[in-house]
């Protein structure tokens, strides 16, 4: 007699040929789809990741869980965690939070979360606070940080020459482009042309490309500091330091890093009494064009914001007093409307000697 097997059936991961990872193999899978976005970005979903690890930590669900088996309501959990962690005026909630979401999307795309995540996004949605955008301190030492650094002689030793040419061009291409850190540490000298150009396209934060400006002054620093390097060496702004070892492929070891730039702002703000960061210039550029006129449209192209909303929440209360000042200059106040013709048609009170006379006429005539 033969036997039979009874067939099981298969279960819905086994339909779809889905292996199901752990939360610590999802989050490596992750990470790894973000190698074509800017290493800061990376960073900073890294770390949004560490913080779920903790908050998950603290519910009981260790790296090793499933993806699909993580809480159904984790990703609104996550965010009160975060709110009662850092409070609710913090930007690291709105930070990790995104990290998280971007994390969460993931997973939904690839079938591997506990629930679509459009339903995550729903249960959140119950429990999200608006998080105002804290106004921008404009620094008002920006503009004396470079008077600052070009009244100050320069070195004759060459690499101390390069240094304070190139840190002059720097301070230039911030305070003229608005352009971010790691923006200005991207630049190529094929994309200002030497000096030679009037304006550059960028690749920006998200890959979005935009136009940045040169004036006349900030393209003369740009080529006095390439004209005293006399290399072909690809980074617009390069090391000079005597630990940078060899240049590597067209000089991209000795390309100078966001660090530096950030150190050299704040070298130079501290000596004007300024605490400004590289960041600060882009909203020092920002006021000056809302001051000055411009539309928010026009500054969020500048600055590079992907959505307008970002530009008016961020600078909105400059919007806010050109609305005031055009409130003021146009108004007038109700005595100011009336005009004499329509003052004649009004009646007037008579006045106190008038009825005096009409009552001794009429006592007269008696």
């Known amino acids: 007699m033969g036997t039979s097997t009874t067939s099981q059936p298969a279960s819905a991961d086994q339909a779809l040929d889905v292996t199901v990872p752990s939360l610590a193999e999802a989050r490596a899978r992750f990470l790894a789809t973000l190698a074509g976005r800017a290493e800061r970005t990376r960073r900073t979903y890294a770390t949004a990741l560490d913080r779920l690890a903790d908050f998950l930590a603290e519910r009981g669900v260790d790296v090793e869980t499933a993806s699909r088996s993580l ?25 990790y939070l995104a990290g998280v979401r971007a994390f969460c999307r993931f997973l939904d795309r690839h079938q591997l979360g506990p629930d679509s995540y459009a339903r995550l996004e729903a249960g959140l949605a119950q429990v999200l606070a608006r998080h105002r955008y ?24 060459r690499a101390a020459l390069l240094t304070a040419l190139r840190d002059r061009a720097i301070l230039r291409v911030l305070y003229t482009t608005a352009v971010r850190r790691d923006e200005a540490v991207r630049l190529n000298r094929e994309d200002v042309a030497d000096g030679r150009a009037s304006q550059a396209l960028i690749t920006g934060k998200g890959g979005k490309e935009r136009v940045i400006f040169f004036d006349q002054a900030t393209s003369a ?14 980074p617009l702004f390069l090391r000079h330091d005597v ?4 240049p590597g492929p067209r000089g991209e070891r000795w390309r100078l890093s966001g660090d530096s730039i950030y ?28 001051n000055r006129g411009a539309d928010l449209s026009e500054v969020q192209d500048i600055l590079g914001h992907a ?10 209360h400059y919007e806010t007093s050109r609305l005031r000042e055009a409130f003021d200059r146009y108004s007038l106040p109700p005595e100011q409307r009336v005009t004499p013709a329509d003052d004649a048609d009004q ?11 009409a009552s001794s006429s009429r006592i007269a005539k008696k």
Not at 243 to 246: C, K, L, N, S, Y
Not at 275 to 286: I, L, N, Q, V, Y
Request: hydrophobic content about 30%.
């Open 243 to 246: 630990g940078r070892g060899a």
């Open 134 to 157: 804290r106004t921008p301190r404009v620094d008002d030492q920006i503009p004396a940080m470079l008077v600052y650094v070009e009244s100050q002689p320069l070195p004759v030793e």
């Open 307 to 316: 959505s307008p909303e970002t530009t008016k929440r961020i600078y909105a």
């Open 71 to 95: 809480p159904a309501d984790f990703l609104e959990g996550f965010y009160l965690w975060c709110v009662r962690r850092y409070g609710t005026t913090s930007r690291s909630c709105p930070t």
């Open 221 to 234: 620093a740009i080529r006095r500091y390439l004209d005293a390097r006399a290399d072909r060496h690809r």
């Open 263 to 290: 150190n050299l702002v704040k070298r130079v703000g501290a000596a004007v009494g300024s605490r400004a960061t590289p960041h600060s210039f882009r909203h020092d550029r920002a006021s000056l064009l809302l």
């Open 347 to 357: 009646p007037r009170p008579r006045s106190r000697s008038a009825s005096s006379r």
